[in-house]
């Protein structure tokens, strides 16, 4: 069997999801378990709607705008105008409603999840519907009755152990006999509260489900051909990549390349569950293959953030021993939840660059380092990293701008730097 995903993108329309379910028609041989995002930018106009419900503002205006959205799209996907999925999704929106009636009184990540959660929901249901109006063998399942999470709304931890008890109860025997389609993105309470996984989970979701029923291949369907060794939006020459081992998967997703959720890789490596990254605009393409995977000569590849901001934390007495001092520094980062991207030290000082510019929680740390060091900044810079750098990606990186910070590892090369002026 294998676990198919989903994202918003492949599922924004009514063209998109036919290109879904033609996908799903070609590959029905296979036992096939598939986990669907909320359609396009839902997720977005549903943390639009909670802010406003919890901030006593108008919701109706965001509400109907993604009533109408859905709506429009069964219409299309639906010639049969009695259909029962039209009160199907209506009543489901029924259901938002009734959040929206109350005041907001509970805990707002609580309510954050009962609301945003039912993009995907929503999206399911219409895809499982038109599949079986396209005559095939599907059924919607709610994957509430298998992930298990705490009650950390927002960002909810998974329980494994419980989480593959109730997969393997009965979905394997489903998935043999049905084309299963369920939610990416939202897990359950042990009080049977739903939760959702962080944005963007819906990969790990999928990687949940694949580590849990022991699935041959995952399978995540893009608008991209694959991986590619850097973003189009700041490279004009990109290359995908074939094969990726997990081990280099994760440490792109970690240095921030996006195309992956970070948490998705873990769970398929321990099972050595091979991660295919295709298109959904060209399914025919072989895409990339992530996986254990030794590449001799493995491709350059290029990580590029803006917006970074090169901390310098010097001692005010000149006695810096930086070992003394580390764990407090370090502390303050943790307090103030700021993450580090590349950091240095020397005799004198120690450097870090960390995401964000002229933002309170910046400002707060740069506050707090203060009061026992002397501390200097600078704003407005690029952080690139280069996994399997040589002197010429270097080079090619670093043409017309000024580096400020240089750091080498054996495989990865970290530049933080400035447009030269
Ligand atoms: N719909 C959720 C989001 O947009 C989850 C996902 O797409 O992975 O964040
Ligand atoms: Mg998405």
Redesign the pocket.
């Known amino acids: 069997m294998e676990v198919f995903k989903f994202?918003?993108a492949s599922v924004k329309d009514a063209n998109a999801i036919k290109n879904l379910s033609q996908i799903i028609k070609k590959n029905s041989e296979t036992p096939l378990l598939v986990v669907v995002?909320?359609m396009g930018k839902?997720?977005?106009k549903l943390e639009d709607l909670t802010k406003a419900y919890l901030k006593n503002e108008p919701t109706e205006p965001i509400f109907e705008e993604i009533k109408d959205y859905h709506f429009q799209i069964i219409n299309e996907l639906f010639t049969d105008k009695n259909h029962q999925i039209f009160n199907e999704i209506a009543n489901t929106f029924v259901e938002i409603d009734w959040i929206l009636e109350e005041s907001p009184i509970d805990n707002p990540n609580y309510i954050y999840d009962q609301i945003v959660s039912m993009?995907?929901i929503i999206s399911t249901k219409i895809i499982s519907a038109f599949l079986q109006y396209e005559n095939m063998n599907a059924v919607w399942v709610d994957a509430r009755n298998y992930i298990q999470t705490d009650n950390n709304y927002q960002e909810g931890n998974v329980n494994w152990e419980k989480t593959a008890q109730e997969i393997m109860k009965n979905l394997p025997q489903l998935i043999a006999k049905k084309i299963v389609i369920t939610q990416?993105?939202i897990g359950n309470t042990s009080e049977n509260f739903t939760t959702t996984l962080g944005?963007?989970?819906?990969?790990y979701s999928a990687a949940i489900f694949a580590s849990c029923l022991n699935a041959n291949a995952l399978t995540i369907w893009k608008d991209v051909p694959g991986v590619l060794n850097a973003d189009p939006k700041w490279f004009d020459e990109t290359e995908k990549i074939d094969y990726l081992s997990y081990y280099d998967a994760i440490e792109l997703a970690y240095y921030g390349a996006t195309v992956i959720?970070p948490k998705t890789i873990k769970p398929l490596q321990n099972k050595n569950i091979p991660l295919y990254v295709r298109s959904f605009i060209n399914p025919t393409e072989k895409g990339t293959k992530i996986g254990n995977i030794k590449n001799e000569t493995p491709t350059p590849c290029f990580i590029f953030k803006v917006n970074q901001t090169l901390i310098s934390i010097l001692p005010k007495d000149f006695s810096f021993i930086i070992e003394e001092n580390l764990s407090t520094i370090f502390n303050v980062f943790h307090q103030h939840k700021v993450k580090i991207n590349t950091m240095l030290n020397s005799a004198l000082s120690f450097s870090v660059s960390v995401d964000g510019e002229n933002d309170v929680k910046i400002q707060k740390l740069i506050d707090a380092l203060s009061k026992s060091y002397i501390v200097k900044y600078n704003q407005n810079l690029e952080l690139v990293t280069i996994r399997y750098y040589n002197q010429q990606t270097i080079n090619r990186v670093t043409e017309n701008k000024t580096v400020l910070l240089e750091v080498k590892s054996r495989h990865t090369c970290q530049i933080v730097m400035k447009n030269k002026n």
């Open positions: 994202g918003g995002s909320a839902i997720t977005n993009g995907e990416g993105f944005r963007e989970g819906s990969d959720h």
